[in-house]
Nanobody, 125 residues
Framework: VQLQASGGGLVQAGGSLRLSCVAD????????VAWFRQAPGKERTFVAA????????DIAESVKGRFTISRDNAKNTVYLQMNSLRPEDTAVYYC???????????????????WGQGTLVTVSS
């Protein structure tokens, strides 16, 4: 499966953005789809994940209450809605997917075989 992330851009603190992750080639219905981010000079970290078959959503504590993850199966797309953005949210955001992720491993990068190319989010103060 090929993933295409989009929707990044420059936004002022307190603003909102919605990122999209579109899958080509296969339906995401049975996949766990996650968002990770990598800030300048830092390691890539988990942001959120969603699995329809299994019906769970995981959100990192650092963004809980501000970010939500959702999907549109008809469009084979997963969204990351980001509200109340802060300068520390500035990063390249990546979507990832895999059909075999177990719940306890959802925040681990190594659990995902498929990755999108990343989209840059810049939050100005």
């Amino acid at each position: 499966v090929q993933l295409q992330a989009s929707g990044g851009g420059l936004v002022q603190a307190g603003g909102s953005l919605r990122l999209s992750c579109v899958a080509d080639g296969r339906t995401l219905r049975r996949y766990t789809v996650a968002w990770f981010r990598q800030a300048p000079g830092k390691e890539r970290t988990f942001v959120a994940a969603f699995k329809l078959a299994g019906d769970y959503t995981d959100i990192a504590e650092s963004v809980k209450g501000r970010f939500t993850i959702s999907r549109d199966n008809a469009k084979n797309t997963v969204y990351l809605q980001m509200n109340s953005l802060r300068p520390e949210d500035t990063a390249v955001y990546y979507c990832a997917a895999d059909p075999g992720v177990i719940r306890s491993n959802v925040a681990s990068q190594s659990a995902y075989a498929y990755w999108g190319q990343g989209t840059l989010v810049t939050v100005s103060s």
